[in-house]
């Protein structure tokens, strides 16, 4: 079982930096894929980023690609998703989940963080 919680969110103006953390409880966080959702009002959930329990196997939204970047601690049970030159379109609240491997497919991490509001103004 993994619990997952995040900090980090917050409102900034475009061109900020924010960096949001997820800090998993459970002895088998490092064999974990890790996701970042976000989902916008009225809008589907996105999957933003992920990266596999071992280094290497990574994904990017286009729309995030280049600026967002996910990491993990494995030290510290955490992953992290930094994300510079934050646009007004990136405002969503933004969702952590961990699962057996990389997908886009929400059902396929049985884990969730409780989410976290990021709010960019232009």
């Known amino acids: 079982q993994v619990q997952l919680v995040q900090s980090g969110g917050g409102l900034v103006q475009a061109g900020d930096s924010l960096r949001l953390s997820c800090a998993a409880s459970?002895?088998?966080?490092?064999?974990?894929?890790m996701g970042w959702f976000r989902q916008a009002p009225g809008k589907d959930g996105e999957l933003v980023a992920a990266?596999?329990?071992?280094?290497?196997?990574?994904y990017y939204a286009d729309s995030v690609k280049g600026r967002f970047t996910i990491s993990r601690d494995n030290a510290k049970n955490t992953v992290y998703l930094q994300m510079n030159s934050l646009k007004p379109e990136d405002t969503a609240v933004y969702y952590c989940?961990?699962?057996?491997?990389?997908?886009?497919?929400?059902?396929?991490?049985?884990?969730w963080g409780q989410g976290t509001q990021v709010t960019v103004s232009s």
């Open positions: 990266l596999s329990g071992s280094v290497g196997n990574t």
């Open positions: 989940a961990a699962g057996p491997s990389v997908t886009r497919w929400l059902r396929d991490y049985p884990y």
């Open positions: 459970g002895r088998t966080f490092s064999s974990y894929a």
